[in-house]
């Protein structure tokens, strides 16, 4: 605390209540405001970082009320820290918030005379604005670390479980006539383990432990490939606008225009976003209204990083998906990212939706805001670095696949060495294969599927291997195989997280270099990779 009876402090003050050209000097090269007020609340004194601050000069800040240049009110604040430490005699402090969405920490400190009567206070304001936002993020951050260790810990177990739900299911599927009464049965076991296995993945998606396929996307042209499905997602009586200019329109300036956006993504992950926030919007618009989905080139700059708290300067695709909803107020605005958290009633949210879309645009190296009022509708906004801008690049193949595959015959004749230390999962396959002609030699771990390989090398033509199995690996057992036979062809699985896999493999399967297949695993899925493998050389 400050007090009069300090010699050193009289000195570098003067009668005046100003201080000398020495303190004067130390207290302007303070970056935080500071002040001295009178017990009526008129400023003698303020630095220059308060100077600045009320956008004035020093000489119009001497005998105004704080509260005036402030607040811009004719009365004292209710929580004014100065005005408590008049009347308290100690020092007090307030974190406040303003119009303009800045936080403030207000420190105000008593200066006494020798009798111990307060005759001035000296306040101390500090922005503190860009340090809560990142204690913000941290938060978001952990909560979401602490559900995707969970998720991670239970993904391989429970698509294991499912493995063998689904695949059981899709052999009766498959031996039972279209006709047959008791099919719609089997069709809701599948579809239930399907939505099963789409919130497992949805878990890893939110926590970015999920593989990921990236390759370059014209934003414009997949929004357009969508806006069908988003019009179906919605209903009839909300209309969708959809803004995307031409590819060929140049920027219009460097802060913020048009132009063709082409990032790096995963494009079914980018799919979800915009169905996600297109199902939030229709809840928020009961009544019907107005969605609208518009994109443009925008740029960041260091000093946007200082006001917002992220943003990495360079050029950036925005999406923003605005509804004229019921909007919704601040409290609930700043916990919409959050895991499990919904305003919905009980039985028609997860609350996932919202975190699932943070993780995506998280994991795609980007940034996502939510700007929102009661009763005035919100607007999503994301930004995804831009890969190219007007650079002529187009996307290859989008899906990823190769249609005539799917033509192509499930049954076979061929030996499968199948590698996999789950015992259901396992015999699962086993049965699944054999059911369609191939010949099945089971391993239960990786040393197995060596020594099964090693008796067997001039029968097998395709090995199956889970990615981590005790004793030695799939990969470690992969890298031998390899060795004594280059051109085996290999289909790998997991059930684990990515972050479970080795950084070499996941690249490779990114890339698509890597044949993989992930839990839990369908029939046809497991027939058709199997097929696709061993006909690719005779295709070729």
């Known amino acids: ?118 005759i001035n206070v000296i306040e101390i304001g500090r922005d503190i604005t860009k340090q809560r936002k990142l204690e913000e993020q941290l938060r978001h951050s952990q909560k979401m ?25 899709g052999i009766l599927q498959m031996k039972m006539g279209r006709d047959d009464p008791l099919r719609i049965n089997l069709d809701q076991i599948l579809a239930s383990s399907e939505r099963a296995a789409t919130l497992v993945r949805s878990l890893l998606t939110f926590s970015r432990k999920q593989a990921i396929n990236l390759e370059q996307v014209d934003l414009n042209e997949l929004i357009k490939r969508v806006e069908r499905l988003l019009s179906r997602i919605i209903g009839e009586d909300i209309e969708l606008r959809v803004i995307t200019p031409p590819p060929s329109a140049p920027p219009l300036n460097l802060r913020g225009g048009w132009g063709e956006l082409i990032v790096v993504a995963d494009t079914l992950q980018m799919e979800q976003v915009l169905m996600n926030l297109a199902a939030n919007a229709r809840d928020a618009m009961p009544d019907g209204g107005l969605l609208s989905i518009e994109t443009r080139l925008v740029e960041f700059d260091e000093e946007y990083e200082k006001v917002h708290g992220y943003g990495k300067p360079g050029m950036y695709a925005l999406i923003a998906v605005t509804d004229g909803g019921c909007g919704m107020g601040e409290e609930t605005r700043l916990r919409i990212f959050e895991p499990f958290f919904t305003t919905k009633e009980a039985g028609r949210g997860t609350g996932l939706g919202l975190s699932i879309v943070y993780g995506i645009i998280k994991q795609h190296n980007g940034y996502i805001n939510c700007y929102s009022e009661q009763g005035k509708g919100t607007t999503f906004k994301i930004y995804l670095p831009i890969a190219a801008v007007n650079s002529g690049m187009r996307i290859a193949d989008i899906s990823g696949s190769d249609a005539s595959r799917t033509k192509l015959a499930l049954a076979g004749t061929e030996t499968v060495l199948v590698a996999e230390d789950e015992g259901e999962v396992r015999k699962l396959v086993k049965e699944i294969l054999e059911e369609f002609g191939y010949q099945v030699i089971e391993a239960v771990d990786g040393e197995d599927a060596i ?90």
């Open 1 to 118: 605390m400050l007090r009069n009876n300090n010699d050193e402090f009289e000195k570098l003050f003067s009668l005046s209540g100003s201080p000398t050209q020495q303190l004067s000097d130390i207290l302007n090269a303070i970056s935080d405001s500071v002040m001295m007020h009178t017990p009526d609340l008129r400023m003698m004194w303020a630095n220059q970082a308060a100077v600045d601050g009320f956008g004035t000069e020093i000489s119009d800040v001497t005998g105004q009320y704080c509260y005036s240049l402030w607040h811009n009110s004719s009365a004292p604040c209710e929580q004014c820290p100065v005005l408590k430490s008049f009347k308290t005699g100690e020092p007090e402090g307030v974190q406040i918030s303003t119009p303009k969405g800045m936080i403030w920490d207000l420190k105000a400190i008593p200066v006494k005379d020798k009798q111990g009567k307060v």
């Open 451 to 540: 020594n099964k390989f090693m008796d067997n090398k001039d029968r097998v033509e395709v090995v199956f291997l889970d990615m981590i199995m005790p004793k030695m690996s799939g990969e470690e057992a992969c890298e031998i195989i390899k060795k004594i036979k280059p051109e085996m062809k290999v289909l790998f699985s997991s059930g684990y997280p990515a972050d479970f896999l080795s950084r070499r493999s996941m690249a490779d399967i990114t890339k698509g270099e890597l044949n993989f297949i992930i839990k839990p695993i369908s029939p046809t899925e497991l027939l058709k990779k199997v097929r696709g493998l061993l006909d690719k050389d005779r295709k070729e």
């Open 145 to 169: 670390e602490a559900i995707g260790t969970l998720t991670g810990g239970i993904a391989h177990d429970f698509n294991n479980i499912l493995t063998a739900i689904m695949g059981y299911t």
